[in-house]
């Protein structure tokens, strides 16, 4: 068993990074946390108020800059690598900055963690593996062969490999997690979820891609950060483990879930032009993190699991508002 003492969490503003550093806060009070984040659009320092200054500090910066991780790198004993560019739909108006932050940043972040001997363990996600056809019942499993669609996964399999590669040539002692589709708070509003919910709560119809039969395996954001903690302790080094939660559901089936949940009528919804190369369907089969480290998820009943993010969306405007005309005005540019 690895017991961290004193962790940098990268993209620790972010959605998924800034639940799993309010995870560790809570359930593991004798770790530091510094949290690296270059606060682009998509981190908000808001996500992590109220934590303890003791226990948690910010260090705004870019994963990027080699000169600021050899500062902060010595003396902490694990980097939990969660900073990302991570919207499919903005990879495909503009890939650059995906390439920089998900390929060269993990690059760097890995260079640093090789010179001072740090367990590093890399946050990734199922789209590396591509996708199924909506009829095919085969799950992805950890031996499934890359094979990913846009701009944004193919800069995560890029960096996976990489961290692949500091493994077996360097002796890195790494880990690597690929989860599937997180929901839950503090979640960007140009997110599928957070987007329905919060244009309802402005009068606005919400948008449905395509055909809406696309499929995604829902996962509460706390059961990724409980599966992250098991890992980066107990995890076999050099391995990957699939993190997902069996939340199989159609777009349009969870659009017409949000919409009852919400007091409207389950077909108030606007069809929009389909993402290009959109996957239709991803399933995670969590057989080896379940069997090995013994983890399970814990919020698996995923309408009580909306109820909830709607609620927070509800008593949390001030937090999403400001985002709110931005994003649409975007999605309105791309005619979505
Ligand atoms: P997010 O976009 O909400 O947050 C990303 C965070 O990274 C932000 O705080 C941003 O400021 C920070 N960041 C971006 N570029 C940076 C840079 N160059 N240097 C330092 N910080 C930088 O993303 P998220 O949805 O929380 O995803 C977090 C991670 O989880 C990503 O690696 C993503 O690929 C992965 N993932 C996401 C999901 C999902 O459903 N959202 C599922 C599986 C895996
Ligand atoms: O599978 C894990 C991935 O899940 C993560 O790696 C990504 O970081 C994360 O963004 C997410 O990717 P998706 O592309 O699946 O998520 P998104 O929320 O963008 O869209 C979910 C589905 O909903 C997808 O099929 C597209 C569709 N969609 C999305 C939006 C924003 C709509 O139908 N309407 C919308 O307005």
């Known amino acids: 068993i690895f017991k ?198 402005e009068g606005v119809r919400p948008k449905l891609y395509g055909t809406g039969e696309n499929v995604r395996d829902w996962i509460h954001t706390e059961d990724h950060s409980s599966a992250v903690w098991e890992i980066l302790t107990r995890g076999r080094i050099g391995e990957t483990y699939l993190i997902g939660a069996d939340g199989e559901m159609s777009n349009i089936a969870v659009m017409r879930m949000i919409l009852r949940l919400m007091g409207c009528a389950e077909d108030a919804f606007d069809w929009v032009r389909d993402r290009p190369g959109h996957d239709r369907r991803y399933a995670i089969d969590s057989s080896k993190l379940r069997t090995e480290l013994g983890w399970k998820p814990v919020h698996t009943d995923f309408e009580a699991g909306l109820q909830a993010t709607i609620a927070w969306y509800a008593a949390n405007r001030a937090w999403w508002e400001p985002a709110k005309a931005a994003t649409e005005a975007r999605y309105r540019a791309q005619g979505q």
Request: charged share 20%; proline share 7%.
């Open 4 to 201: 961290p003492r004193n962790i940098i969490v990268t993209g620790g503003c972010g959605f998924i990074g800034a639940n799993f550093v309010r995870y560790v806060a809570r359930n593991h009070p004798d770790v530091r946390i510094t949290v690296l984040d270059k606060l682009t659009y998509a981190g908000n320092p808001q996500n992590i108020a109220g934590l303890p200054q003791s226990q948690v500090e910010l260090v705004q910066g870019d994963i990027c800059d080699v000169a600021l991780l050899e500062r902060i790198v010595p003396g902490h004993d694990a980097i939990v690598h969660f900073a990302a560019e991570s919207h499919n739909d903005n990879s495909i108006a503009n890939p650059e900055p995906f390439i920089t932050t998900n390929v060269e940043g993990t690059f760097h972040l890995l260079e640093a963690a090789r010179k001072h001997d740090v367990r590093f363990h890399h946050i990734s996600t199922d789209e590396v593996y591509g996708d199924f056809a909506l009829d095919d019942p085969c799950k992805f499993t950890e031996s499934t062969p890359y094979k990913p669609s846009s701009p944004y996964s193919a800069s995560k399999a890029a960096s996976d490999q990489l961290v692949r590669a500091w493994v077996r040539t360097y002796g890195l002692r790494a880990t690597i997690s690929n989860c599937s589709n997180n929901y839950g708070p503090y979640q960007h509003v140009e997110k599928f979820i957070p987007r329905q919910i919060t244009s309802i709560m």
